[in-house]
């Protein structure tokens, strides 16, 4: 018995110690000084959104990357930031656990759809639009709601100043934002990579291929895509709450729905769903593309990013499949793929 | 070890398997043969969990197993490979193994599941390190990936699901040899499904045959092959090989 450790295709690449080890502390430690070394407002609420929006994405792609692709994470993501915001107001439940109960919504809501998906072989393209549905339905209630969600009007949970903000969630300061976003994107990370290191990886794999063959292999099939599917809604849900306590606004449309169902796939696409920092530079290009066009084009390109995404998706599709981050991986350790 | 009694598949209303009624002893090595669609491999995939029994029991060590899920038949203790191999391409051929080792035994420790598939693939002679792929194997090398996804997943009673289709000669003998080492040195019973009567008859202790859903003859080779019933079935094709493969037996 040599290393107990696995092998996922990534780490058997010669540069894998220098791109697995060096890499994420250098790039970690960086992270870590940036702000008090530069801190104008403007970048820090940038870096703080694209941090929450890759936890969003990374998220999405411990199960995606297996060929999950569900596009109802608009939905438990909606879940995540109403649920904890209406506790917050109506009951005065404090984020700590408001959070968890909306984390666990979340879950039950990703079980009833993904349980009959699993028993009846709904898987691909179908897969898809089973769970579309169910971003949809989270939009309407939001939306219907209007009484107790404010419609699509939008949301607000109620604003506490001074120490009762640690018991609420709520920092006006943006430092605080930017290291509590940092933390959540790294134990992201971390989560995807014990994901993809954990003998589940090899299970999902299977299944993804042959789910006769998984079973025959002693694999429980629902059971294996149950669990990831419910650690990926919860960690979607907590990206939710995580967004609306730092926004403190949310609406139907930012998020939940099918849109954000599809930004989810677009950018762990263009990043790269098999590589761990994929869906994170999907963020930062999503988010820097809906930015610059906000301030080029105004209020007159509202709307524009879903186009240009909707665009960019097909030819990724199409052309680089293991998206930007995958590509240049292959290209520096010789074209394994790292999937 | 696996007593099963009355066992009943229908789809719609074909009968897949009518009414067979059969027993497997420890160490046993036993044949299953039969024509095309005469319900061989729908009895496989009734043991190993595929497929859910119309009617009937499957018990297997004293307990009742006709209905369960495949991953807790194997974690009883039965393995199986299928008639057309059925690799996972995008893991390696150690993954591969190390995957059943792991899920096919419980989930165990991962260095448990790892020796399992290291033990399994050297049974095999297939490469135990961890990175050659799948894309380097032709057809014998698919089978043993197949058998040693099997038996790594530590079963008591393998169940081998034609396993010699597509390989020549040599390749044949060798997997042949395979399945008596099998069971010598690991102590494992096996059933095993073959269209290529020759090679099996020169190896199992006793033979069923299978037609239409129903069993119509059972013994020991030399008996079988005498059978009238089954030289009707098998007429012209494989009789005369099948007489003179068991009487190359004796």
Redesign the interface.
């Known amino acids: ?1 040599t290393r ?1 450790v ?2 996922r295709p990534m780490n ?1 690449v010669l540069p894998a110690r220098l791109m697995n080890r060096t890499l994420p502390c250098v790039v970690g430690a960086v992270l870590i000084a940036l702000p008090f070394v530069y801190h104008a407002p403007y970048p820090l609420h940038l870096m703080i959104v694209v941090l929450i929006w890759s936890f969003a994405y990374t998220s999405w792609s411990v199960m995606g990357r297996f060929g999950l692709v569900s596009l109802g994470h608009g939905g438990f993501m909606g879940v995540g930031a109403y649920g904890t915001a209406l506790l917050w107001n109506y009951f005065h439940l404090t984020p700590w656990l408001g959070v968890p109960a909306s984390m666990a919504v979340a879950v039950v809501l990703a079980l009833i759809v993904g349980y009959p998906c699993s028993r009846f072989r709904i898987t691909g393209h179908y897969f898809a639009l089973v769970t579309l549905a169910l971003s949809a339905i989270v939009l309407q209630v939001a939306t219907a709601s209007r009484d107790i969600t404010g419609g699509s009007l939008g949301y607000t949970p109620e604003r506490v100043q001074g120490v009762a903000g640690v018991l609420a969630f709520q920092f006006s300061d943006k430092m605080t934002w930017y290291f509590v976003a940092l933390g959540v994107w790294a134990v992201g990370l971390l989560i995807r990579w014990r994901v993809d290191h954990s ?1 589940m990886a ?2 999902l ?2 299944i ?3 789910e ?10 629902t059971a294996e895509k149950l669990k990831v599917t419910a650690l990926s809604a919860a960690m979607t849900a907590f990206a939710g709450a995580m967004y609306c306590q730092y926004q403190m606004f949310i609406s139907p449309d930012t998020v939940s729905g099918i849109s954000v169902s599809l930004q989810m796939v677009f950018a762990a696409v263009v990043g790269g769903i098999y590589v761990l920092p994929g869906p994170t530079v999907g963020a930062i290009i999503t988010i820097l593309l809906a930015e610059g066009l906000r301030i080029f084009f105004g209020t007159g390109a509202l709307g524009w990013d879903n186009l240009v995404y909707g665009t960019l998706l097909v030819v990724f599709i199409i052309f680089l499949p293991q998206g930007l981050v995958g590509a240049a991986w292959n290209k520096l350790t010789g074209g394994r793929q790292a ?1 | 070890m696996l007593e099963v009694s009355g066992l009943i598949k229908r789809f719609g209303g074909f009968p897949a398997v009518s009414n067979v009624s059969f027993r497997v002893g420890q160490g046993e090595i036993l044949g299953l043969i039969g024509p095309n669609g005469s319900g061989k491999s729908t009895i496989f995939n009734l043991l ?3 497929l859910t029994p119309t009617a009937g029991s499957i018990r297997f060590l004293g307990h009742e197993i006709g209905g369960l ?3 807790r038949i ?2 009883q203790g039965i393995g ?1 490979t ?1 008639q057309i191999p ?7 051929i ?2 591969n193994v ?3 080792g ?6 165990p420790s ?2 448990k ?3 399992a598939a290291e033990r399994a693939l050297s049974m095999v002679g297939l490469p135990t390190d ?2 050659s792929e799948i894309g380097g194997l032709g057809a014998a090398g698919l089978k043993k990936l197949e058998l040693a ?1 099997a038996l790594a ?1 530590q079963p008591k009673l393998l169940l081998a699901d034609e396993s010699l289709g597509g390989l020549d000669e040599t390749e044949m003998d060798q997997a042949a040899d395979m399945l008596r080492r099998i069971r010598a040195e690991l102590g494992i019973t096996i059933i095993w499904v073959e269209h290529i009567m020759g090679v099996l008859m020169r190896v199992v202790d006793r033979v069923m045959v299978l037609d239409h859903g129903e069993l119509i003859a059972e013994g020991l080779p030399t008996d079988v092959v005498g059978d009238p019933r089954v030289i009707e079935v098998y007429l012209g094709s494989d009789a005369g090989a099948v007489q003179a493969a068991a009487a190359e037996r004796q």
């Open positions: 018995m107990v696995p092998a058997r003998m090899y299970a794999e299977a993804a291929e042959d006769d063959a998984a079973g025959a292999a002693g694999v429980n099939v999937a | 190993s969990g595929t899920p495949p991953y194997i974690n199986r299928f059925r690799p996972f391409k995008r893991l390696t150690f993954e190390a995957l059943a792991y899920y096919g035994q419980g989930q991962r260095s599941a790892f020796e961890r990175r996804k997943t």
